[in-house]
């Protein structure tokens, strides 16, 4: 193989190498330092953190909060206000801290009972319920007033509860429906008993709320009465 004479302006001239200069700085090389400061593998370390500081730090999957709970839906309390009302113990302790929990699902069920008739009414039901308590909220702070204090445990979120919990005579009333002829005198006799069960749970719970309504159940008693009768008519139409 013949070999390749490169001239001699073209060949690489070797310099001399001066003392601490970086080899290979003679070959013609330049050579930039990015100033003395020089970075070791050590400048950037991890701290790895141990599984138990880990696991205290950020928690784990059996330290959560039941879901319910995270909900604000307390179970065992709902039973036993449902257990109050059915009973008519209405003295108690249980109806003092009220949650929409209960109410929904009290609506939930009642529209489950008639759409297994093939009616689609949850949208009348949360409407009416809705409105209802508005109107019974005004009716209530119109004979209350607003300004005493013990008017504030009659305020909407209060009324919405009241009135949800004190749906459940008519919840019944429409499951019973799925069994006995809904337009029969039984089933008609049923709804009048349940619509007065349920105004009465409520007029009761309302003046045992605000002492400002004691003596005027009878008043409370007409606005539940007709929203309670609407309920029954759509079990029973």
């Known amino acids: 193989m013949s070999e390749w004479n490169v001239p001699g302006p073209y060949q690489q001239q070797q310099r001399p190498v001066a003392p601490g200069q970086p080899a290979g700085a003679g070959s013609g090389v330049e050579w930039y330092s990015g100033g003395a400061q020089q970075y070791a593998a050590t400048s950037y370390s991890y701290e790895v953190p141990r599984g138990g500081r880990s696991a205290a730090a ?13 909900l604000g839906i307390d179970i065992p309390a709902i039973l036993s206000r449902t257990r109050s009302i059915l009973t008519l113990r209405l003295s108690g302790h249980d109806m003092d801290h009220l949650d929409l929990g ?3 699902i009290f609506m939930a069920m009642l529209g489950a009972a008639h759409l297994l008739v093939g009616k689609m009414h949850f949208g009348y ?5 809705v409105v209802g308590s508005m109107l019974l909220w005004f009716v209530l702070n119109s004979i209350t007033g607003t ?32 069994a006995v002829p809904r337009r029969s005198l039984p089933m008609i006799a049923a709804a009048v008993v349940a619509v007065l069960w349920a105004s009465h749970t409520a007029a009761k719970l309302f003046v045992r709320r605000s002492p400002l309504l004691d003596g005027q159940h009878l008043v409370v008693l007409y606005p539940c009465l007709l929203m309670y009768t609407s309920f029954a008519l759509l079990s029973l139409y």
């Not at 950020?58 to 995270?70: C, K, M």
């Not at 039901?125 to 319920?129: A, E, T």
Request: hydrophobic share 45%; proline share 8%; net charge negative.
């Open 102 to 104: 209960g109410p929904l």
């Open 58 to 70: 950020y928690g784990s999957f059996e330290d959560e909060a039941p879901l319910l709970e995270e």
């Open 147 to 178: 300004e005493d204090p013990d008017a504030k445990s009659l305020d909407l979120y209060s009324c919405t509860c009241l009135m949800g919990y004190s749906l459940l005579p008519l919840v019944g009333h429409a499951f019973l429906a799925l």
């Open 125 to 129: 039901i949360l409407g009416w319920m």
